[in-house]
């Protein structure tokens, strides 16, 4: 069975640091572009940030661009977004994403083969 988990999620003030993890399973997870959205109350699901198959290529929502870093260790069949310099609109579910490799849609479209479902992350002020 496919899965993909996110762990990592929780309470933190603004300006703090926070990283959360996607544990994928059932899949060839070297095989798969890994990206991650957000979602907060009220709004459309949002890109956050992609990652290629071997880590070549990485690009990042302008909203978070030099804060959050997404990363993967294909030998461990994890990907990570360590999130820094939080804020309050940062506060969303945080759902990892996993799509096959020759995918010409958008990364930043809702078309992904698996979803997880996701990890609340709350930034207060």
């Known amino acids: 069975q496919v899965q993909l988990v996110e762990s990592g999620g929780g309470l933190v003030q603004a300006g703090g640091s926070l990283r959360v993890s996607c544990a994928a399973s059932?899949?060839?997870?070297?095989?798969?572009?890994l990206s991650w959205f957000r979602q907060a109350p009220g709004k459309e699901r949002e890109f956050v940030a992609t990652?290629?198959?071997?880590?070549?290529?990485?690009s990042y929502a302008d909203s978070v661009k030099g804060r959050f870093t997404i990363s993967r260790d294909n030998a461990k069949n994890t990907a990570y977004l360590q999130m820094n310099t939080l804020r309050p609109e940062d506060t969303a579910v945080y759902y990892c994403?996993?799509?096959?490799?020759?995918?010409?849609?958008?990364?930043?479209?809702?078309?992904?083969?698996?979803w997880g479902q996701g990890t609340q992350v709350t930034v207060s002020s």
């Open positions: 990652i290629g198959a071997f880590s070549v290529t990485t």
């Open positions: 994403a996993a799509r096959y490799i020759n995918s010409r849609s958008r990364v930043s479209s809702y078309e992904y083969d698996y």
């Open positions: 059932g899949f060839i997870f070297s095989s798969y572009r």
